[in-house]
C-alpha cells in the first residue's frame, strides 16, 4: 500500500496555487492576498481532524480561498473604521482635505448669513462638542420642545440659500 501524506502536507504542496488564488480573490474582497492566505490557513488549522479528508485538495483549496473572500467582503461592509481621529476629513490626500475644508467653509459661510436665531443654533447643531438638545436648548434659551421645528425651518432656509448660490449662472465660459 503507497504512503499517502498527512492532508496538512498535501495541501501544503498547494502553497503555490493557495497565494494564486488568494492574489486573484483579494482585490475583489478588498483584502490583502497575502491576509487571505492567512485566513484559508488558519481556518485549515481550526479544523484540526474533524473534517474528512479533501478528495480534491486543489478544489478544496480554491473553495475555501473563494469563501474567505466572501467572508471579508461581508465583515468590510459591517465594519466601521475607527483609524481616523474624530472630526477629521475622511479624506486621504491634500486635495480631499482642501475639498472638504472649502466645503465646511461654504456652509459656515451661509449659515452665518441665516436670518433671526438660525445661525446660532445651526452653529450648536454643527459644534463639535455634540451636544444634546437639552444643553442646545439651555444654551439657546429657548424650549427644548421648539428646537425641532426652528431646526427644521432653519435648515430648509439654509437648503434653499444653498441650492440658490449652486444654481447660480456664472460666466458659462463667456467673456464679459
Partial sequence: MPFVPPVRDRLYELGPLLSAEAAAEAPGAGVDAADLEQ????????????????????????????????????RARREIPYDRPQGSPAASGPEDALLHGEENRV????????????????????????LTYREIAGELGISQGSLGPVRSRCLGCLRRMLAAEVAAPGLWGKER
Fill in 39 to 74: 485566513a484559508v490557513w488558519v481556518r485549515l488549522l481550526e479544523q484540526g481532524g474533524r473534517t474528512p479528508e479533501p478528495v480534491e485538495p486543489a478544489r478544496w483549496l480554491r473553495r475555501a480561498v473563494r469563501a474567505e473572500a466572501r467572508r471579508a467582503r461581508r
Fill in 107 to 130: 456652509l459656515r459661510s451661509a449659515v452665518a448669513r441665516l436670518p433671526g436665531r438660525c445661525p446660532e443654533l445651526m452653529s450648536a447643531l454643527l459644534s463639535p462638542r455634540d
